[in-house]
């Protein structure tokens, strides 16, 4: 358990019933994150996360399209892909599925 007003670690109340958190994990791992409201757990708390080591993070995609956030077929759907480390030449993105390969790019 973390203690309050720790380094590497902060909420910010962004607006009525709406806050930020932000963490800054020491080592890799596995961490368990615990949320309460009012000393009462909120839905789905605590959830578990897997850290990586720092060298390990070469980049990361966000969005519904790697999230399953309301996917239908023939829908399009996206998703960013992060990089802090590397350039657009050299990313590429395969997708496969039940039916076989849906597309494959690099970018240009």
């Not at 358990?1 to 019933?17: D, P, R, V, W």
């Not at 399209?65 to 350039?87: D, M």
């Amino acid at each position: 358990k973390g203690i309050l007003g720790s380094s590497g670690f902060a909420i910010e109340n962004i607006q009525k019933g709406k806050f930020s958190v932000i963490y800054r994990p020491p080592v890799a791992g596995k961490y368990k994150i615990e949320i309460m409201v009012a000393g009462r757990e909120i839905a789905s708390s605590p959830y578990t996360v897997e850290i990586g080591a720092q060298k390990d993070l070469i980049g990361w995609a966000k969005g519904p399209g790697v999230e399953g956030i309301h996917l239908k077929t023939r829908n399009p759907t996206w998703f960013r892909v992060f990089t802090p480390t590397a350039s657009s030449r050299d990313i590429t993105v395969a997708i496969e599925g039940p039916a076989g390969n849906v597309g494959a790019s690099q970018v240009k």
